[in-house]
């Protein structure tokens, strides 16, 4: 399911939401941000980018059901700190787990974009607890060795494994501890699935439920952890047929 969250709100119901945001380093990011221990939690999703395609495509993809009556808050930050928010999506009904909602299309930055950062991020209020989940990338500029050090949760690698029939995808980089928020495009990966540590996650393939084992793919591989989100390109290379288990084989 796919759902169109694009229009920017009227000026009326505009309100700066910059200031709930934690620093991804956790540290004190922009003027107004959160500190760690004053942070907003990881919401229940997390902000794709779509790296297979330049067009800049953002998502946020929930990562669990989200109930009736939820808040949903998407906004941009541009690299001068404006802030331009879309408008608010209230829930009618529940939204199932590995819902697809768009963001904003900026499908070209020219020279009179400001250098610098730029942030999609959505806080996700469910029975007035507000959660946020966040990504940016550069703009007519380029991440230093500093920059890129404080980029956490921040995927350098991914390896592919087989053994006892299970298939194992293993995300080495820099990350929080704690099981993550994880989608495979738009399937969520369910903490059963995964080990993290600090410097990797590995997560059980066989064991996802929804997932094609039958053919070579570039898959977006989405991680979200202390409210902010990183994606990589993962290439799966199926092995022979018959040699590894599926969802439906570990039931």
Request: proline share 7%.
């Amino acid at each position: 399911q796919v759902v169109d969250l694009k229009s920017v709100a009227e000026p009326a119901a505009r309100a700066a939401r910059q200031g709930l945001l934690a620093a991804r380093d956790g540290g004190a990011k922009k003027a107004g941000w959160r500190r760690a221990a004053e942070a907003l939690p990881q919401a229940p999703g997390v902000i794709q980018l779509n790296l297979l395609d330049r067009s800049n495509i953002v998502w946020f993809v929930n990562t669990e059901r989200l109930p009736a009556n939820t808040l949903l808050e998407a906004f941009l930050l541009l690299p001068d700190d404006r802030e331009l928010p879309l408008e608010p999506w209230r829930l009618s009904e529940a939204l199932p787990a590995g819902t697809t909602l768009e963001l904003p299309q900026i499908r070209v930055f020219g020279d009179f974009w400001p250098e610098g950062l730029v942030t999609f991020a959505m806080i996700v209020t469910v029975d007035r607890r507000e959660t946020q989940a966040a990504a940016d990338f550069p703009v007519n500029a380029k991440r230093g060795y500093e920059a890129v050090m404080n980029m956490v949760p921040r995927i350098d690698s991914a390896l592919q494994s087989l053994s006892d029939r299970n298939i194992y995808m293993t995300l080495r980089g820099s990350f929080r501890g704690e099981t993550p928020r994880l989608v495979i495009e738009d399937v969520v990966v369910p903490p059963s699935a995964m080990r993290s540590s600090e410097r990797e996650i590995v997560v059980n393939l066989s064991a996802v439920r929804g997932l094609d084992l039958s053919g070579l793919q570039d898959s977006l591989v989405t991680i979200g952890q202390g409210g902010w989100s990183d994606t990589f390109i993962f290439r799966y290379v199926p092995p022979a047929a018959g040699g590894f288990n599926t969802a439906a084989d570990l039931q």
